[in-house]
């Protein structure tokens, strides 16, 4: 549905809109993002193995590889209220379902059906700020939208780990698909499309293996292979911390589970003001760009912090995990606005969708990969490593395509 507003109410709503695209994100992501700081207990009570906690994070993203391409292609034609909002909802139900799983192998279906509903959440709630803000204030923007993710995992990191403790933590898997229920109705009843917003004839598109071969090719565009080097470097970082770092902190340092859990929310807290504030500084970079690459700088520094200096101060392990959250969770939100000023105007759904989708095979990849590194080694110094390398080589591939384009323009 298409509400048509005056100007200056239109002008203030899409604040509003902002509003309840954050809000979906952080519902949608909610338990997807914190089930790293519940990691603990749901190892020990089934008797899992790093690799397995790994893949049960790969499952939730597994759908995505295809999923977020058909998101995407579905955001080009019809209402991101509707496809954001249904597939929020699936969300939701499955994770409330899961409740009643049994077994690891039902555990993981459940999560499968999580991710099929996860994948709308991510280039809806990017596609519906990129129509309400032009481009001067749509970093701005997009930084607090992508918000939505940390803020949705650092609010989990301390609400998980509380309700397992309380309840046991198949009641997490409850209160992540109310939360996720409830933003999806939020999404639902208050979302409207900009004035003027009309569906894309796609008639003339031929076939639907032309469409898809068309849509497929613009990954050979210039512009994609920076996004997909540090897209790739980037959200392995982001994912290696996520899920291991509480792990981590438990085995080397003999940490408290919730104390090594409250540096995962200081992470994640810092990653929420990275994503805003890394977001409005490239709304006034002369490339949008430039943020990202200091990002992959940044974290290069700080895994390198983690696994050479000892750290057995509280205060220097706070600063560490804000520092690798503000850049290993902030890099997002000025990597996405690049991403949708990127795209033709008339497939920003699809080419989100397509960047994420490419996303989701180091997502799917980079958790048993880590897991079962740690399994073979009993030590966390491979797969830290393996992360630095990955962000470094990333970084030089990034450097080198810069110095085409700048060499381009001088021509």
């Known amino acids: 549905m298409t509400t048509m507003l005056p100007m200056a109410s239109a002008h203030n709503y899409r604040w509003f809109i902002l509003l309840i695209a954050t809000l979906a994100q952080a519902a949608a992501c909610f338990f997807v993002q914190g089930i790293g700081a519940i990691s603990v207990y749901i190892q020990a009570d089934m008797a899992l193995s790093a690799f397995q906690i790994g893949a049960l994070v790969s499952a939730a993203q597994l759908v995505p590889l ?28 499955a994770l409330s379902a899961a409740v009643l799983a049994e077994s690891y192998w039902a555990m993981l279906l459940f999560l499968v059906i999580v991710g099929a509903g996860y994948s709308t959440a991510q280039p809806g709630g990017s596609k519906s700020v990129a129509a309400w803000f032009d481009k001067s204030q749509r970093g701005f923007a997009m930084g607090i939208r992508q918000a939505g993710l940390p803020l949705g995992g650092a609010l989990a990191a301390i609400v998980l780990p509380t309700v397992a403790i309380t309840w046991g ?7 992540g698909g109310l939360i996720a229920i409830f933003g999806a109705l939020v999404f639902i009843l208050f979302y409207r499309t900009p004035g003027g917003v009309v569906p894309v004839a796609r008639a003339s598109e031929g076939s639907v293996k032309q469409v898809v071969l068309s849509r497929l090719a ?28 509480v792990l981590y902190l438990h085995s080397r340092l003999q940490m408290e589970v919730l104390q090594a859990a409250a540096l995962l929310f200081v992470a ?17 970079c002369r490339s949008r760009y430039f943020p990202v690459m200091g990002c992959m700088v940044a ?13 057995h101060s509280t205060l220097m392990l706070s600063g560490l995990m804000a520092w690798l959250g503000f850049f290993g969770f902030g890099w997002y939100g000025p ?29 799917v990849s980079i958790p048993p990969l880590l897991g079962w590194l740690l399994d073979i080694s009993g030590s966390f110094m491979l797969g830290w490593s393996l992360l630095i390398a990955m962000t470094l080589l990333g970084l030089l591939m990034t450097i080198q395509r810069q110095g085409e384009i700048n060499e381009s323009d001088r021509v």
Not at 66 to 85: C, I, N, T, Y
Not at 338 to 362: C, H
Request: no cysteine.
């Open 66 to 93: 295809v999923g977020l391409l058909v998101a995407g292609e579905l955001l080009d034609r019809f209402s991101e209220r509707l496809v954001v909002g249904v597939g929020t909802l699936v969300v939701g139900i």
């Open 169 to 175: 933590w198949r009641a997490s898997f409850l209160v």
């Open 218 to 245: 613009m990954i050979r565009e210039p512009a994609m292979k920076q996004i997909m080097a540090s897209g790739i470097s980037l959200i392995s970082v982001q994912y290696g911390i996520l899920i291991f770092t």
């Open 268 to 284: 994640q807290g810092a990653g929420v003001a990275g994503r805003i504030l890394l977001a409005a500084w490239s709304d006034r």
């Open 299 to 311: 974290v290069i520094v700080g895994l390198l912090v983690l696994v050479w200096l000892p750290l």
């Open 335 to 363: 990597w996405v606005a690049y991403v949708a000023e990127s795209a033709p105007a008339d497939k920003t759904g699809f080419v989100l969708g397509l960047a994420m989708a490419i996303n989701q095979l180091a997502i």
